[in-house]
């Protein structure tokens, strides 16, 4: 079973610039997440979508970050503009939401760095 | 310049112990509980979870023990390898809000051969 997709790797930008990234999920997963992680900190969870629709984007900072999952399948979060605070690991996973046990699929993270 | 949070946790062990982390939750209403390992340059990944209907979980070479009267989890590995070595997260959910995990901080596991 393929993982969780993540594009780019890395991305280096200055302030003020726009970047975009991209997560396929896990074939079949309903549920996506997209979490922002800082250096020496654990994940915290920015949006997460129900097929297509947003379940929970309280901590997203809407001024400056948008999400979407078109098609209910592949999903992208976009910076705009970028601030140095946002240089961190954007991780993507996706779960299938079903059975006793929740499990979360975590892809490889995009590291980004704002200069 | 260096960020507060960039000093983790760390416990270092020789391959062969056994290995205690320790994660102390804050939500009283958290009924379900997950452990994550992380490599260097990876997501996250599943190791263990319990509810808050049981106070202990075995898998291979990993228990989790819950202590809801002290809002406590540790993980306990046995026979520690240095494919073990890696940065462990606790996180805690509420089955009423959609599962969506809080991670804890994280402890840096160090296994030496």
């Known amino acids: 079973e393929a993982g969780v997709a993540q594009s780019p790797r890395y991305k280096i930008i200055e302030k003020r610039q726009s970047v975009a990234f991209w997560c396929n999920p896990i074939?079949?997963?309903?549920?996506l997440y997209w979490y922002q992680q800082i250096l020496g900190q654990g994940p915290k969870l920015l949006i997460q979508f129900q097929n297509n629709g947003v379940v929970d984007d309280s901590q997203l900072p809407k001024d400056r970050f948008s999400a979407e999952r078109l098609k209910g399948v592949d999903s992208t979060l976009k910076i705009q503009p970028a601030k140095l605070e946002d240089s961190a690991v954007y991780l993507c996973?996706?779960?299938?939401?079903?059975?006793?046990?929740?499990?979360?699929?975590f892809g490889p993270g995009t590291r980004l760095t704002v200069t | 310049g260096e960020s507060v949070g960039l000093h983790l946790p760390t416990l270092s062990v020789q391959e062969g112990d056994n290995s205690i982390i320790n994660c102390a939750y804050s939500?009283?209403?958290?009924?379900?509980f997950i452990w994550y390992k992380q490599e260097s340059g990876k997501g996250p990944q599943f190791i263990i979870d319990?509810?808050?209907?049981?106070d202990k979980r075995q898998g291979q070479r990993v228990t989790v023990l819950l202590n809801k009267t002290v809002k406590h989890l540790s993980l306990q590995i046995a026979a520690t390898q240095p494919g073990d070595s890696a940065v462990y997260f606790c996180a805690e959910a509420f089955s009423g809000g959609s599962y969506i995990p809080t991670f804890g901080r994280g402890t840096s596991l160090i296994v030496h051969p």
């Open positions: 996973a996706s779960s299938s939401g079903q059975g006793a046990r929740y499990e979360q699929y």
């Open positions: 319990i509810r808050s209907n049981m």
């Open positions: 074939s079949g997963h309903a549920t």
């Open positions: 939500n009283s209403a958290s009924d379900y």
